[in-house]
């Protein structure tokens, strides 16, 4: 298992080598640049600014720069937000970050199962496709129009709830996000549990467990275990998404996260910032695939890693 | 179990009486009645067969008693269990009995346990719902019927998981998890057609001496005579949800009333092979051939284990000459097979016709399959379902014929039907519209229409009931006589290869432990291991060879 682990990890290096590389470029041929202003710069100026910040070398000697700088752990300054390192930004933007998506997946995944085992005990009745139709359209209504909708209804018409900010991290603040970031992977989650649920119950082993009498809850408990094991693979790929998703949440409900760094970034041209919060962001997710996959062998005794 | 077991016919009142049982299933197609308003006695102790074909409805029957029909089958009728009604209970109040008086075994033990828990976590649970026992006493009680059920090192088992042990291994379980409670009927559906016949013979007597230990009534539901008429006191027999016949096993073999109890046990393969004309050429010729699988384990993938699957095993085959090759599963029959159509990576030597099939690539082999032919076991599983019969059957010929027209090859595809005895307009349907039987000359034709000289046959009648085996036993030894064909014939049932061959081997872990002609092997087996396959697999004595 250690072994594996050590793998995995050192699987990882290429993984990021990549998507840093990538994301390099795509971001340097993006039209503009970070000191593109509305009121065009003087060009002494400009030309101090890019010398200050090496941007007047060849593209591949920054590449190279960059890299060197990463393998230190030194993301660099942004070249926006002046007297701050990318590094700085991120260590005061993730804590925003990281509970939010916590408790945007506890959520989705509690009340997914919840939901989605409901509905399989009660297969093809009206309270399963009542069940079911929600979560369709969790699935397919985007979270810029779930999130503004809360905000209309339940902070501007109702008045229970604040609009946006995080105010310390209370409850209050953080229902409308949590909500509007867990929406389509709980109903993702629901789905999938439904239709493992369904299979677990029809299982030969259920049948066995019937056939010597055991009761419902008996019954019940078997067929979620094996039920949660698909759920448990869709947790990377639900991680992933809740990270994009908060890029957008974030905003809506301007929560200082990194997510709103990503598109102010992106929008300034602020290269450095953009790429932090990437190579962030893929750390994240290669480090939650494993963690996933991990849990998978921890709950499936068939599967072994060596 | 055995016979002369005393205990039935008592005037006692039955342990389970079923009155008038109907069982229906709505399906998309409208109402589909399984079992037909059937009567059936069990009483204390006895041995009960229920005997019959697939879809006679002989599982759906007990599936009713035992509550555990599909979401869409319905029962009616009566089931008394000790005179107390039990069809149509809620499933809490049927807990009273599932598992306590009644229990159930099941055909596939390999799905039948949960693979997420330990063994002694799913003994123990019945055992703390129904005999009250806290977990250390249930475990201390699962490792004793663990011992009952005769599974080496209890306590060490207790805590393996399902996929850690063999099929007969969970059967065992299984059982010890039926037994938990001390039943009085045990119900066994088809509890071994999913073990090799070792393994079978095994757990056949195993059943048979817990029985008699115990006193427990049995109910086998099975296809196989063999079973039945070794062990069972009484026997009902089973068709299209009907019980044609019933009474005891002796009487009801001895002298069958119904016309499909007598089609029963004539189906049994029967009659033998013509023998080869001498001097007859040979066709395939493979000597010393191996096969390896390797096992990747370690950082770098590198080999740590080797499986020799096949170990040096010989073959040889002359035209219109089957050689069978018997052995159960693991023993690398198919291995071979395989590796003698150079299918997959062997060592050795194989000469076909006069050419070494060794050296050639790929490639250089394609002209050579259209005469080296392969039919699989899973008559399901090997047609394509998108594709018409016809189309599945003229595949072949798209590669080894290209200049054929479609009204051609059409023609071919309608001669292949009528070869293997299909209506040949059928060829425009799809294969879920056919039976298994039928699917499986869908197969044969497909090998049939290249004109092979050699047709490696992989268990090809073991998915099928027996009056359907019977039937492809025939047309495979008509079509071998009418072409000349030689044929390599894999199978774990001894009675189709006795049927079909001119001389076995016998494999078991990659290597031939004896070889020799069908009466040879039948009559004077010298190994210990074949006669233990041939006690297992109870076979008709009235068709031993010397009667013929």
């Not at chain 1, 998507?19 to 000191?35: E, K, N, Q, W």
């Not at chain 2, 499909?260 to 092979?273: D, F, H, V």
């Not at chain 2, 044929?487 to 001894?494: E, K």
Request: charged share 20%; hydrophobic share 45%.
């Amino acid at each position: 298992m250690l072994g594996y682990t050590l793998r995995r990890l050192a699987s990882a290096v290429p993984t990021l080598f990549i998507i840093v590389t990538v994301a390099f470029f795509l971001v340097r041929f993006a039209p503009g640049g970070p000191f593109d202003l509305e009121q065009p710069l003087a060009p002494q100026v400009l030309d101090n600014l890019r010398r200050t910040y090496n941007l007047d070398q060849p593209l591949h000697l920054q590449y190279l720069d960059y890299l060197a700088k990463l393998v230190r752990g030194d993301l660099g300054p942004s070249y926006t937000a002046l007297d701050f390192t990318v590094g700085e930004m991120l260590r005061r933007g993730l804590p925003y970050s990281i509970a939010l998506g916590a408790s945007a997946l506890t959520l989705a995944l509690v009340l997914g199962v919840v939901a989605g085992v409901f509905a399989a005990l009660r297969q093809n009745s009206t309270k399963d496709y009542a069940v079911m139709a929600v979560a369709t359209v969790g699935v397919t209504v985007p979270n810029f129009v779930v999130g503004p909708v809360l905000q209309l209804v339940f902070g501007l018409m109702l008045g229970l709830l604040p609009l946006g900010g995080w105010g310390g991290g209370d409850l209050a603040h953080r229902v409308l996000p949590t909500i509007a970031l867990a929406l389509p992977q709980m109903a993702v989650i629901a789905r999938l549990t439904r239709s493992s649920m369904i299979e677990a119950l029809r299982a030969d082993h259920i049948r066995t467990l019937r056939a010597n009498g055991l009761p419902g809850r008996a019954i019940i408990a078997h067929a979620l275990r094996g039920a949660l094991l698909p759920v448990v693979s869709y947790l990377g790929p639900a991680a992933a998404a809740l990270v994009t998703g908060s890029v957008v949440i974030e905003k809506i409900f301007a929560i200082p996260g990194v997510g709103s760094y990503f598109v102010e970034g992106a929008l300034n041209r602020d290269y450095t910032l953009v790429m932090g919060t990437v190579v962030m962001l893929a750390s994240f997710v290669v480090l939650f695939n494993l963690i996933v996959d991990l849990l998978y062998a921890a709950l499936d005794p068939r599967v072994r890693y060596d | 179990m055995p016979r002369d077991n005393p205990v039935h016919g008592t005037m006692t009142d039955p342990i389970l009486a079923i009155r008038g049982l109907e069982v229906r299933f709505r399906t998309s197609d409208g109402e589909l009645a399984a079992v037909k308003g059937i009567d059936l006695d069990v009483d204390a102790g006895e041995t009960v067969a229920i005997v019959g074909e697939s879809g006679s409805g002989k599982s759906q029957t007990m599936m009713s008693v035992m509550g555990l029909l599909a979401a869409n089958g319905e029962a009616r009728g009566s089931v008394k269990y000790r005179g107390q009604e039990i069809l149509g209970l809620p499933s809490r109040a049927l807990n009273r009995y599932r598992g306590r008086k009644l229990s159930m075994i099941f055909q596939e033990p390999m799905t039948s346990l949960d693979p997420l828990y330990r063994i002694g976590d799913q003994l123990a649970e019945p055992l703390m719902v129904h005999g009250g026992l806290g977990r250390k006493a249930a475990l201390k009680r699962a490792e004793e019927l663990l011992d009952l059920v005769r599974i080496p090192d209890p306590a060490r088992r207790l805590k393996s998981f399902p996929h850690e042990l063999s099929g007969g291994q969970r059967q065992r379980v299984m059982i010890a998890m039926a037994l938990a409670n001390s039943p009085d009927v045990l119900i066994a559906d088809e509890p071994t057609t999913a073990l090799d016949v070792t393994v079978q013979a095994r757990i056949l007597e195993l059943l048979g001496d817990l029985q008699k230990r115990l006193g427990m009534a049995i109910v086998f539901i099975t296809h196989d005579l063999g079973i039945v008429r070794r062990f069972a006191d009484r026997t009902y027999v089973m068709k299209s949800g009907e019980v044609v016949e019933h009474g005891p096993t002796e009487g009801l073999f001895a002298a069958p009333k119904h016309a499909y109890t007598r089609m029963l046990i004539e189906a049994e393969p029967s009659g033998r092979k013509e023998p080869v004309p001498t001097g007859s050429p040979m066709v395939l010729e493979a000597k010393n051939i191996n096969v390896s699988f390797h096992l990747r384990q370690g950082l770098f993938g590198r080999s740590a284990h080797e499986i020799r699957a096949v170990a040096g095993v010989d073959l040889a085959i002359r035209r219109g000459e089957t050689v069978g090759v018997v052995g159960e599963s693991g023993s690398g029959k198919s291995t071979l097979g395989r590796a003698v159509l150079r299918l997959l990576p062997a060592s050795g030597l194989v000469r076909y016709e006069d050419r070494n099939l060794m050296p050639l690539d790929r490639k250089a082999m394609r002209p050579l399959r259209k005469e080296l032919q392969l039919v699989f076991q899973d008559p399901f599983g090997s047609l394509s379902p998108r594709m018409t019969a016809g189309e599945i059957v003229t595949e072949g010929l798209l590669v080894h014929e290209p200049g054929l027209t479609r009204g051609e090859r059409d023609r071919r595809a309608a001669q292949a039907f009528e070869e293997v005895r299909l209506d040949p307009l059928s060829r425009h349907r799809f294969p879920h519209e056919f039976s298994g039987g039928q699917r499986q000359r869908i197969a044969i034709a497909r090998a049939m229409i290249l004109k092979p000289k050699l047709v490696v046959l992989d268990e090809p009648t073991s998915a099928l009931d027996r009056s359907v085996q019977k039937g492809i036993v025939e047309l495979l030894r008509d079509l071998q006589q009418k072409h000349g064909l030689a044929y390599v014939f894999i199978s774990h049932d001894l009675a189709v290869v006795r049927a079909l061959s001119d001389e076995i081997m016998v494999m078991k872990a990659g290597k031939v432990v004896e070889r020799g002609s069908v009466a040879a092997i039948f009559e004077h087996p010298r190994e210990a291991y074949t006669r233990e396959l041939m006690a297992a697999a109870f076979l008709d004595r009235r068709e031993q060879i010397t009667s013929c």
